[in-house]
Every structure is written in structure tokens, then in C-alpha cells.
């Protein structure tokens, strides 16, 4: 009970803190729309063309969205030395993974239903037919995503061009889980039973249990050393 306490303590001190400045929030948002619409004049809404990519579209967006906002996970922390205080501090650094995770990924959840809607309006989606399996996998896909990118974002902290090597060591580490969510997300928005994809879903969790272990483990070295 203490440390799920202190796991949600963390979150919502990164929640407060997003929500005053904005930054990441803004920054996700405005480029989730502009590659939204920008693909909307591309492709016409109607063709069959779209609707054979319409899964990889999605997560093209939410894939490039959650590498601007991962990035201020632990970057944030850097004025006046408050990592430091955070690490010396008597949370367990597995919580204050955690944390950090649990908030980055209520706010890439609500960019991403955000985009979401405005993708089943742009693109003429049906999206009330199928909403409730769609977001089931873009739940387990983004947990992917934020679990490796907070990870990461720790590793890259201090590092000068931390914006450009993020992306490059989490694109590839996500490739099981996207290619997943991507295949799912096509079928399920057009029209295809829920039962086939079950293999993929399992996938989705796999990568989500595994990388969330793995992370748990590996902070301390990364944090403390």
C-alpha cells in the first residue's frame, strides 16, 4: 500500500507539473493534428488505399507524439538538482519509475483519444462500432510505448541531444509491440472479427509485461548506479 502510494504521489506531482507548463502536452497535441490533417489532404478518405493503412496511419502519429512528450519525463527534473533529490530521496527508484510512467501515460492516452476522434472525423471512421476493442490495443500499445520511453528518457537525461536519441534507441525496441497494434487496429477498423487478432492482443501484453520487469530492474543501475 505505501508503495502504490508512493507511485501515485510522484505521478501526480509529474500530472501538476505538466499541467502548469504545458510543454510536452502542447507539443504532442499540436504535432498529433498537423500530421492528421496533413495526411487527410493526401489520402482520400473514401479509398480502399486508406483503409489497408488506416491502423498504421494511427500509430505513425502516436508513435511520433510520444517521443516529444517522453522526453520531458526525467528532463524536467533536472533544474535545481530535483532529480537528485528524487533519487536520494526514501521512494524506492522503482516507484519513481513508476510514477513517472503512470503520468506519461495518462497524458499520452488523452492526446491519443483526442487524435483518435479527430482521425474518425477527418477520415470518415465509424468509429462507435468498433471503439471499445480499438482503444483495449491502443491502451496495451501506448503502455509499451511509455514504459520504453520513460526507461529511456532516463538513460538519454544528460545527454546534450537527448530530443534526437530518444526516438533512435526506442523506435527499434518498439517494433514488436507496433507492428502488433498496427496490424489490429487495421483489421478491427476495418470491420474484422475480434477473435483472430486475440494472438496479437497477447503480444501487446507480452511486450507490456516483460519491458515494464525489465525497466523495474535496470532503473536503479540507470539512476543511482
Not at 496533413?38 to 494511427?58: C, M, R, T, W, Y
Not at 497524458?107 to 482503444?135: I, T
Not at 497477447?202 to 519491458?211: C, G, H, N, S
Amino acid at each position: 500500500m505505501l508503495y502504490l502510494r508512493q507511485v501515485f504521489t510522484i505521478a501526480a506531482k509529474d500530472l501538476r507539473s505538466e499541467l502548469r507548463t504545458k510543454e510536452a502536452l502542447n507539443s504532442s497535441f499540436a504535432f498529433s493534428m498537423v500530421i492528421l490533417v496533413l495526411f487527410s489532404f493526401a489520402f482520400d478518405p473514401s479509398s480502399e488505399q486508406l483503409h489497408e493503412i488506416s491502423g498504421g496511419l494511427l500509430w505513425l502519429v502516436y508513435s511520433f507524439a510520444s517521443a516529444l512528450s517522453l522526453n520531458r519525463g526525467f528532463a524536467r527534473e533536472l533544474e535545481n538538482d530535483c532529480l537528485d533529490a528524487l533519487v536520494a530521496s526514501p521512494v524506492p527508484v522503482s516507484a519513481l519509475f513508476l510514477g513517472k510512467a503512470v503520468a506519461n501515460y495518462a497524458l499520452l492516452m488523452a492526446v491519443e483519444m483526442v487524435g483518435f476522434l479527430v482521425f474518425g472525423l477527418l477520415y470518415d471512421v465509424q468509429a462507435a462500432h468498433y471503439f471499445w476493442p480499438v482503444l483495449l490495443v491502443i491502451a496495451l500499445g501506448t503502455w509499451a510505448m511509455v514504459v520504453v520511453g520513460t526507461m529511456f528518457s532516463a538513460v538519454t537525461v544528460n545527454l546534450r541531444m537527448r530530443e534526437m536519441m530518444l526516438p533512435i534507441i526506442i523506435y527499434p525496441l518498439l517494433l514488436p509491440a507496433l507492428m502488433a497494434a498496427m496490424t489490429t487496429t487495421t483489421d478491427l477498423l476495418n470491420g474484422a472479427p475480434f477473435g483472430p487478432n486475440l494472438i496479437f492482443l497477447r503480444v501487446l501484453a507480452a511486450v507490456d509485461l516483460i519491458y515494464t520487469l525489465l525497466s523495474m530492474i535496470f532503473i536503479e543501475f540507470v539512476l543511482v548506479g
